[in-house]
């Protein structure tokens, strides 16, 4: 959580696999000095391939967080893509993974256009109604966001954490 006006970490919630507790600690550490998302989006955290990836999570999601304070990222959680969809909304599922990701598992109504085939594909997307893009982690999805935008699309969210965040029942295998 970051404030708009001073651009401060307010506040952290963190669930998931892997070390939770070191992005905590920094968060933690970082409100604690009131640092802005600017300044943590460019720390230099420890990296060894065993225990730590080169991309650390906390400085992907404060970069995150920047661009949606920014306005150049407009997000929907889980929960609340999934009360829209019971709730009957007419939304489009991008899902810009590759086919064989796309073959394996998604979320049940997702319609596959590879990110690579995107450019070539947006007759097949509709400019009537909010497209909601996705991939794995939701990467590739803001790239296809600014693709869409780019070509005169207005109504893109991405879906935060893409499918590995989606805790709710998954497609197994092609629909």
Known sequence: ???????RLLGIRA???GDVAKRVEVAVTAMNFEAKLDELSNLDLGY???????????????NCLRNKIDG???????????ARLDGGEDLFLLDVRSPAEFEATG???????????LRGRMDELPRDKEIVAYCKTSLR????STILEGAGFSNITVL??????????????PE
Do not use: H, N
């Open 1 to 7: 959580m970051g404030d708009r006006v001073s651009g």
């Open 15 to 17: 669930v998931g696999l």
């Open 48 to 62: 060894a391939p065993p225990y730590a990836s080169v991309m650390d999570a906390f400085i992907t999601t404060v």
């Open 72 to 82: 150049l990222y407009r997000g929907i959680g889980p929960a609340e893509l999934k």
């Open 107 to 117: 979320i049940p109504g997702g319609v596959p256009v590879p990110l690579g085939a």
């Open 141 to 144: 999805a803001y790239e296809a």
């Open 160 to 173: 935060d954490g893409g499918v590995d965040a989606w805790p709710y029942e998954k497609r197994q295998g």
